[in-house]
């Protein structure tokens, strides 16, 4: 039997799965500590260049060596100069590399646990806030660690799919379904149909999505510590981080963290919460309070209109109005905060759907995917994506825009035909996702002397398309030439990928 698994790359966690072709579902495979849910820290520590681990192990390790562990790795995707340096390695590792080394780890448990049977290919999810250069890292860190990547899945495309299947969708009604996808360190909002026909007769239409990559739980987590060094501060005019090491203030930030981390969740379940925090720079300075949930939730304001703000471009982004949602599903451990869960209903003016394990159906969903698009034949379904940022070129100083925002994946935009100087160098035309205000570039379109050399008076042709597995972005170079007094393009004299520069 094949191996095919589904991977949810979170910011805080980790969850694996594998189609199971003789029930033909996706089912977790266990690799952390937390019981029968299937999802792990997405945490590494690095004791040895032998020996590193991941998951709840390294998170506990972590807590008590930090400098060794490596936390919230998924943010630092779309950095390029990101790196840390591990004492025990006695080298700075960068992002891809760290990345390769958490799904190695994921690959050699898995093989582990199926008698040592390689892994045929696997699909992991990412975030719709990711744009290229996230999506290129992903996968090419993905492939350093020996995995077969087939595609990647957008976390509440996963969700939906998790959703459609095993929930009480109704047959034959096309509804509009809103994934709110809260997690640790990204927040995702999509809006989709779901067409049902029957158990194995479905599609989805991705209609917009929106959200903003830096927010999440570790954001809530900010304004806890920003809280907490007040008050300390407050209590004890003596209390002075700049006045110690950079590394007392790391232990001591560090410390802040994880009790706001646990102050979070504590009240995300109860009304109340007595607790204590012991500093570091010394016994005498110490927080001992009882916290309510009211408390809690004033601190979030801000944080509650940031989502506000989110939900009101993906709506506009789709031309609805909250009254136009059929359903909502929330995922991700940080929905599960009451006050998110009341300003959503509030928004819409229903209640979000009950769920079970909001934490495990991304992962379910990327599984079901897998093993749906690569493994099965007699599902018939169709999943229409669209790219969630408008992208285009930069050219002359103006943005060309090429890709408008939700062009479904696989389809290619118009050649746009630029006049090029005269160069004996390589020329490259940056490629940007956003607007003519604000964008980021993502890669270059490249043109070598080579290809210079061919164009009839400096002219050529630039299409840019999305790849239908992946998302991620490529381009075409085409020689433009003179018929009937049009400029049409000829043939092809390059292609490439974007972020390949």
């Keep these: 039997m094949a191996l095919f698994l589904g991977i949810d790359f979170g910011t805080s966690t980790n969850m694996v799965t594998y189609w199971n072709e003789d029930k033909k579902r996706a089912e977790p495979i266990y690799l952390g500590e937390y019981g029968e849910a299937g999802y792990f820290a997405n945490v590494i520590y690095y004791e040895s260049e032998n020996n590193i681990i991941v998951g709840d192990v390294a998170l506990a390790k972590g807590n008590s060596d930090f400098y060794n562990a490596v ?3 998924k943010r630092r995707l779309e950095s390029s100069d990101f790196r840390q340096y591990i004492p025990n390695l006695n080298r700075s590792l960068g992002t891809e590399e760290i990345v390769a080394d958490i799904f190695s780890w994921i690959k050699k448990n898995v093989e582990m646990k199926f008698g040592g049977q390689s892994i045929d290919g696997v699909v992991i999810s990412v975030p719709f806030a990711f744009q290229n250069t996230e999506r290129e890292r992903i996968k090419i860190a993905a492939r350093r660690a020996g995995l077969p990547v087939l595609g990647l899945i957008e976390e509440p495309v996963a969700a939906a799919l998790s959703f459609g299947l095993f929930e ?3 047959k034959l009604k096309a509804e509009k379904i809103l994934v709110f996808d809260l997690g640790g360190g990204t927040f995702d909002v999509t809006i989709f149909e779901f067409l049902k026909q029957s158990a ?8 917009t999505t929106d959200g903003e990559k830096q927010l999440g739980g570790i954001d809530i987590d900010d304004v806890l510590v920003k809280k907490f060094l007040e ?3 407050a209590d004890y005019p003596d209390y002075n981080l700049e006045a110690v090491s950079t590394e007392e203030q790391e232990k001591e930030i560090f410390s802040l963290r994880q009790f706001a981390i646990d102050v979070k969740e504590n009240l995300s379940a109860e009304e109340e ?3 204590l925090f012991e500093s570091r720079l010394g016994t005498q300075y110490f927080l001992e309070k009882n916290f309510t949930r009211e408390e809690f939730e004033n601190y979030l304001r801000e944080f509650l209109n940031e989502i506000e703000n989110v939900l009101d471009s993906t709506l506009s982004g789709a031309d609805l ?3 136009d949602i059929d359903r909502i599903i929330m995922v991700g451990g940080t929905s599960n905060i009451p006050a998110i869960n ?12 009950k769920i079970e394990d909001l934490e495990t159906m991304v992962g379910r969903g990327a599984g079901l995917y897998c093993g749906l698009k690569y493994v099965e034949k007699n599902f018939d379904f169709d999943i229409a994506v669209g790219i969630s940022k408008t992208t285009g070129i930069k050219w002359r100083g103006k943005f060309l825009e090429m890709l408008p925002r939700n062009t479904l994946y696989g389809t290619p935009s118009e050649v746009k035909i630029l006049q090029l100087p005269q160069s004996t160098k390589v020329i490259k035309i940056p490629v940007v996702q956003g607007n003519s205000i604000t964008n980021v570039k993502i890669g270059s379109v490249i043109v070598t002397p080579e290809i210079l050399s061919k164009l009839i008076n400096g002219r050529i042709g630039v299409k840019l398309n999305t790849d239908a597995n992946t998302g991620t972005i490529s381009y075409e170079l085409y020689k433009i030439v003179l018929f009937k007094n049009q400029l049409l393009p000829d043939k092809i004299l390059s292609k490439g990928n974007i972020g390949d520069d």
């Design 321 to 323: 109005e909250p009254q």
């Design 273 to 275: 919460y007595d607790s």
């Design 231 to 233: 008050q300390l501060k």
């Design 200 to 207: 194995k007769n479905f599609k989805i239409l991705v209609l």
């Design 71 to 73: 936390f919230s790795i």
């Design 168 to 170: 009480d969708v109704k």
């Design 342 to 353: 009341e300003k959503v209903r509030q928004y819409f003016g229903k209640a979000p759907e």
